[in-house]
């Protein structure tokens, strides 16, 4: 397991030649004890050694703006994704979400901003009227062209159906202010930031949240974790051999701080990946896609190797969002 | 004044271009100077599977890649005795050879090719079974699980899917695929090398390494390396009159896939130019089992980057030898145009005559350009810019 670990964590940092240099030297660098220490206790959470699909080493999140999805298919409940109100009756997540037996499913989710998802019946849900999925994208094929994202239109804001909560995270109150029910004006498109404005700021670490099952189907948990920028444009032969596509996402958690500690999991597709500004406010910059990809121990299920984000501050994207009836500008909220 | 003109119309011939290809229909018409020499293909590969009830045979089978049929035209002068002759096996380049009377030393650059086929089962089959055999492109999705369906449906449990990339599968094994992405598989069409603008020269493609996995009734039989052109890139000779011809030049194909190339040359230049490639023999033998089975993957991944390493040193020999036949030219001009042949010599690296790191353009960073200037819209010096930012904040 060790040696594994070893090749798989070469081949993040140092590329697929010295991967297959790792592969030769795999039993001297065990020998040697060459490993970090926390790859002696390791926290890689495969569909073998556990369960859960929660965001590997987050804490409760307190934004409301970032909401559990439930997925319909065929009248039943058919999985759980995560979404971002990116207006107050829009919530953006990703359209892979609604793939089922290689289709888009027709049925319209669900949603909430509590932040425990116990099961359908228990929770608060609003009923979604509509979704759509970024154009051209189809379950079947592979969407090289299209974005992996999709918008929800709600029948109601979610406000007020649950008391904040006393988050383990510090989240600044002025967010929390933006969602008083009396505001039906607000638009997080003003805020997202497109990549120009992400390369120049430089950020080393970026927030991600989604409500992830802590127990296989029983619970989902708002969570929120940094995690460290591995890809901001996966311009590298590296990046795209892990999946990724350039310009059109970016990787984060897949370096050698964050492997195996921390990283977005199953139900977390969808979320969103963002900063906050100084005065607390939310700042999208992608959504969650999937997981990059895995060889090795790192079989199908597994997360902690690092995820694959989509990015929103393209041109492209801007343009489907304010077609698809996102306000370019936002009202002031905060009374 | 006339005279002069015809001068320059003479050397203008003599420097230029003395084979090139180009596309039958579309935009790069054919130039009325021209000599037509035959038309070909680029290659890709099949998958060729031979299943009986004792076992699985797979190999792969060269064909021709019919999305583009390319011409190949010949630029004769007037000024220089030049003999070239250019041969055709199944619609794919065989050989191109073109003689001058310079003719002192000899240079070779071996690339040698790996055997791509192997036997994932060695029980001796029945004689009065009459075995099964399906050709499927790995690279067409829908076309390779269309053919699993048929193997599937003759012998339960039975599958062959190719590695695309690293971590995708090509579709058909269902349950029994290595597939380790959650959601999304790369489009092959996407991957795939075409040529945007037919420049001047021999088009050629030299097949990757990719992995096979076969399931034999519902056991992983076998995780192999067979090569494969079909996804591959696209690269070009640029055979002109300066570097070539005033030499023996031989260039083999087998399928359509650069073999060798010699040039007579001084003999000085012999230590950079024979660079022989042995390429590892990835077969893994045996039946592996569930456990042995990750394992046998790594060792698979080490082999085939082994391969991969050892076929763009290939290439780089290649450059290196042009590099070296440039230091060698006798005049400013040769020189001259020695260097662009080696610029324009491959599409993967366009590395000139500086091979030094920090001037080398790489085929990435072209595509990189590329991505930017379509998914931003920026223009290109936007791009660069970007790219500055990108660098100096060390990120990816």
Redesign the interface.
């Given at each position: 397991m060790l040696r594994y670990a070893l090749i798989a964590w070469a081949l993040l940092c140092n590329g697929p030649i010295a991967h297959a240099k790792a592969a030769n030297a795999g039993s001297n660098l065990e020998q040697t004890n060459l490993a970090p220490a926390w790859l002696n206790n390791p926290m890689l959470k495969t569909s073998n050694s556990n369960p859960g699909n929660e965001i590997i080493g987050g804490a409760l999140s307190n934004d409301r703006l970032i909401v559990g999805i439930v997925v319909q298919h065929k009248g039943k409940q058919s999985g759980i994704c995560s979404g971002l109100r990116i207006a107050p009756q829009v919530v953006l997540t990703a359209a892979h979400c609604f793939c089922r037996d290689g289709q888009v499913t027709r049925l319209p989710p669900l949603v909430t901003n509590q932040t425990y998802i116990n099961s359908r019946p228990k929770a608060i849900w609003i009923e979604a009227v509509a979704f759509q999925v970024f154009p051209g994208w189809s379950c079947k094929r592979s969407s090289v062209h299209a974005y992996d994202l999709a918008l929800i239109y709600l029948a109601d804001s979610p406000e007020g159906v649950e008391p904040l909560q006393q988050s383990v995270r510090k989240v600044p109150k002025e967010s929390q202010i933006k969602l008083q029910p009396s505001c039906n004006m607000f638009s997080l498109f003003p805020n997202i930031r497109n990549i120009d404005q992400l390369v120049s700021e430089n950020h080393s670490k970026i927030l991600v949240s989604g409500y992830g099952y802590q127990e296989k189907d029983k619970i989902g948990t708002r969570n929120e974790v940094e995690l460290g920028v591995s890809s901001l444009t996966c311009r590298s032969e590296l990046a795209s051999n892990l999946g990724c596509r350039s310009f059109k996402e970016f990787i984060l958690g897949a370096g050698q701080r964050d492997f195996g500690r921390r990283d977005a999991c199953g139900g977390d597709s969808g979320g969103p990946a963002f900063v906050r500004d100084d005065d607390g406010k939310l700042i999208p910059v992608g959504v969650v896609s999937r997981g990059v990809r895995r060889h090795g121990p790192f079989q199908k299920g597994a997360c902690g190797a690092g995820g694959i984000y989509t990015h929103i501050g393209v041109p492209e994207v801007q343009r489907w969002l304010v077609n698809s009836g996102v306000r370019q500008n936002s009202e002031p909220c905060l009374n | 004044m006339k005279k002069f003109l015809c001068i320059a119309w003479f050397i203008a011939l003599t420097g230029c271009n003395v084979i090139n290809s180009y596309r039958v229909t579309g935009d790069d018409a054919k130039e009325p100077t021209q000599n037509a020499s035959g038309a070909y293909f680029l290659p890709k590969h099949l998958v060729v599977a031979t299943i009986d009830s004792t076992g699985i045979v797979v190999e792969s089978k060269a064909v021709q890649d019919r999305t583009t049929l390319l011409q190949v035209g010949l630029k004769l002068s007037g000024l220089s005795h030049d003999t070239i002759t250019v041969a055709y096996k199944d619609g794919l380049l065989s050989k191109v050879t073109s003689i001058a009377d310079d003719q002192t030393g000899a240079v070779l650059t071996e690339l040698a090719q790996a055997a791509g086929r192997f036997r994932t089962n060695i029980n001796p089959k029945d004689d009065k079974e009459i075995p099964f055999v399906i050709e499927f492109d790995p690279f067409d999705?829908d076309e390779s699980e269309m053919a699993n369906n048929i193997i599937g449906n003759k012998f339960p449990g039975t599958c062959v899917e190719v590695e695309l990339?690293?971590?995708?599968w090509s579709r058909g094994c269902g349950p029994r695929s290595l597939?380790?992405?959650?959601?999304?598989?790369?489009?092959p069409e996407?991957l795939r090398d075409t040529i945007k603008s037919v420049e001047p020269g021999i088009y050629y493609k030299r097949s990757l390494d990719h992995r096979v996995h076969i399931v034999f009734k519902r056991k992983s039989v076998g995780l192999h390396t067979l090569k494969f052109a079909n996804i591959a890139p696209v690269f070009r000779i640029d055979v002109n009159r300066t570097t070539f011809v005033k030499r023996k030049t031989e260039i083999d194909f087998e399928d359509g896939e650069l073999t060798s190339v010699m040039v007579d040359k001084p003999s000085e230049v012999l230590g950079f130019a024979k660079l022989p490639v042995t390429l590892a023999n990835a077969y893994i033998s045996g039946v592996v089992d569930a456990f042995a089975q990750?394992k046998s993957?790594?060792?698979a991944?080490?082999?085939?980057?082994?391969q991969?390493?050892a076929t763009l040193k290939a290439e780089q020999s290649l450059i290196e030898a042009q590099i070296a036949a440039a230091n060698n030219a006798n005049s400013p001009q040769e020189r001259s145009a020695a260097l662009a042949s080696i610029s324009r010599s491959t599409n993967f690296q366009n590395g000139g005559a500086n091979s030094g790191s920090a001037n080398r353009i790489t085929y990435?960073?072209l595509?990189?350009l590329k991505?930017?200037q379509r998914?931003?819209?920026k223009t290109e010096a936007q791009c660069i810019e970007?790219?500055r930012?990108?660098n100096t904040?060390g990120?990816?």
């Open positions: - | 999705q990339v690293p971590g995708s597939e380790s992405l959650l959601v999304d598989l790369p489009d996407e990750r993957v790594q060792e991944r080490a082999s085939l980057m082994n991969q390493a990435r960073s595509q990189n991505d930017c998914v931003l819209e970007t790219f930012i990108l904040n990120q990816d």
